[in-house]
């Protein structure tokens, strides 16, 4: 090949190897260096800055490819672009910013500092283990009693289980690292407890605070601790985000990948403006054809409202109880066809469960037991 841009001729290999020993590059290096070269050459990189920018990016998204790599590709290119072949802008080209990115942050760096080096929660003294119940019926012991205060108390089941996951962990955190139970532990544990999601864990502020209503709940209402003040609490790092909006052509292409009933699902989720709990757990009753209405029972914190419903989507919901309601029919024939029902309504109408006004809109394709009611299958909402 007598093209002068071709490090592997040998005109061009032999001229690229004297330059290599001119700057003083190891010489068991230099095959490496000429494999990088014409590797940088079939890519076309030295046809413009962008071709080599691109195969450089490439480079360094590579799991393959080491740091120490890919500074030696770079310096392989530049030795090749401006020495060998002289290329235009090969001169004014910001090489050592593409090795400069290639190199790796030292763990001390601010960027990664707060990850490699570890700060240690300042834990207080221990007592003797001996003394302490056991964890497994310790954490059931404070598991039941916080169900029980927060059903009292008419919570949303989303918050009890957020509260329970929350103050298992604490019940485990004072019986295995503080050697404390809870109820002498409290309230300084709940200090050292969020110090150590903060300096250990590193959790999200939102996150840290989500613990703080936990466990200030179970403290007022399990503990028995009415009144405490928290001091010198180390805040999580971080900010809040802002979220990430699709556009309207995004979430067509969503939806258009989708496949019924998930399809009709989103498009109502998306025209209405409900959450997807909210949608799943939709009665057939709950949907206004007259008035164009969505009526949302029981949505977050508890709360009632109604929405409107998108008129492109009534034809489509039309059919889709149709079809529900044959299904629920032959249900009905084997003896099934039953729906879960909140217990104070089973017990005023004992047959509202079979009725097609209380099927859900997007009912699961297998029937399930009842959690409740033994011998008893029924249709649950979509999963």
Request: glycine content about 4%.
């Amino acid at each position: 090949m007598s093209s002068p841009h071709e490090p592997h001729t040998s005109p061009a290999r032999q001229q690229f190897i004297e330059r290599l020993t001119a700057i003083h590059i190891k010489p068991a290096t230099h095959n490496y260096y000429i494999r990088w070269a014409e590797s940088w050459t079939k890519a076309r990189g030295h046809h413009s800055t962008q071709r080599t920018q691109e195969w450089f990016d490439a480079l360094d998204r590579s799991t393959s490819v080491a740091d120490w790599q890919l500074r030696q590709a770079i310096d392989s290119a530049r030795i090749l672009a401006c020495d060998i072949m002289k290329i235009d802008w090969a001169a004014s080209f910001n090489w050592q910013a593409l090795s400069d990115q290639a190199k790796s942050l030292e763990p001390e760096h601010r960027t990664r500092a707060r990850e490699t080096i570890t700060v240690r929660a300042d834990l207080p003294p221990q007592c003797d283990p001996a003394s302490l119940p056991d964890t497994h019926e310790e954490v059931a012991r404070i598991t039941d009693a916080l169900r029980r205060a927060i059903r009292l108390k008419n919570m949303a089941m989303a918050t009890e289980e957020t509260y329970v996951h929350w103050c298992a962990r604490f019940t485990r955190f004072c019986l295995i690292k503080l050697k404390n139970p809870p109820q002498t532990a409290v309230p300084a544990a709940i200090t050292h407890y969020l110090d150590y999601l903060a300096l250990e864990r590193h959790v999200a502020p939102a996150t840290q605070k989500q613990a703080l209503n936990a466990l200030a709940f179970l403290t007022k209402n399990i503990l028995g601790h009415q009144e405490f003040t928290l001091d010198h609490i180390t805040p999580a790092r971080g900010q809040r985000r802002p979220p990430v909006v699709m556009t309207r052509g995004e979430v067509r292409s969503l939806i258009a990948h989708l496949e019924n009933p998930w399809k009709l699902a989103a498009q109502l989720m998306y025209g209405s403006g409900l959450r997807v709990m909210e949608t799943l757990r939709l009665r057939v009753k709950d949907i206004d054809f007259g008035q164009g209405t969505i009526t949302i029972h029981d949505g977050k914190g508890g709360r009632h409202r109604v929405v409107p419903l998108p008129k492109a989507l009534e034809n489509r919901l039309t059919e889709h109880l149709a079809a529900n309601r044959e299904k629920h029919l032959q249900d009905l024939v084997v003896g099934a066809g039953d729906v879960h029902m909140p217990e104070a309504l089973l017990r005023k109408w004992p047959n509202a469960s079979r009725e097609w006004p209380w099927q859900y809109l997007f009912p699961s394709a297998t029937l399930c037991p009842h959690p409740r009611v033994q011998h008893c299958v029924c249709k649950s909402a979509k999963h």
